[in-house]
């Protein structure tokens, strides 16, 4: 493995060490994630973390796009993913995307690539675009969860 020169450090953009940097931030998440108990009605799981219920389920009986996400994380925390994608498919994929975050900044960095050119490839604009219809799939799957 190349060792990363000084002058290399220096060239990194502010958006590489950024990334880097959230590296411990998101390990802590998801040790205290990982503590929490998933809520057996598939969402309401963040009350656990002192924040309010949910307004539009309280409000209106509709889940907003997030509900579920935490409850998802917490599963797959726990080490029952595939009941994370049934609850929530796109809480799954977050778990799944920040345990990969732990393992591909930190090797990105030390095999000397600038993580902030990632993120300004255009091919990330079609991430997006998939992930946003990702979430809205899994907002729809979620609503008629509830439903039923």
Not at 31 to 60: K, N, V, Y
Not at 72 to 86: C, E, I, K, P, Q
Not at 91 to 98: C, I, K, N, Q
Not at 100 to 120: C, K, M, Q, S
Request: aromatic residues 10%; glycine residues 8%.
């Amino acid at each position: 493995m190349p060792r990363v020169t000084s002058g290399q450090a220096r060239s990194k953009s502010l958006i590489h060490w950024a990334l880097l940097g959230s590296v411990p931030l998101v390990a802590a998440v998801l040790l205290w994630l990982s503590r929490i108990e998933p809520d057996p009605r598939g969402f309401g799981t963040h009350e656990q973390l002192g924040l309010a219920s949910c307004l539009p389920m309280r409000l209106w009986d509709v889940p907003c796009p997030g509900c579920g996400v935490t409850t998802s994380v917490a599963l797959a925390l726990h080490g029952r993913l595939w009941d994370s994608f049934v609850n929530q498919p796109f809480g799954a994929l977050v778990a799944v995307l920040l345990a990969l975050y732990l393992v591909v900044v930190p090797l990105a960095h030390f095999r000397g690539a600038d993580l902030g050119r990632w993120i300004e490839r255009p091919p990330a604009r079609w991430v997006i675009a998939a992930l946003g219809l990702f979430v809205l799939g899994s907002w729809v799957w979620k609503f008629l969860q509830l439903r039923s």
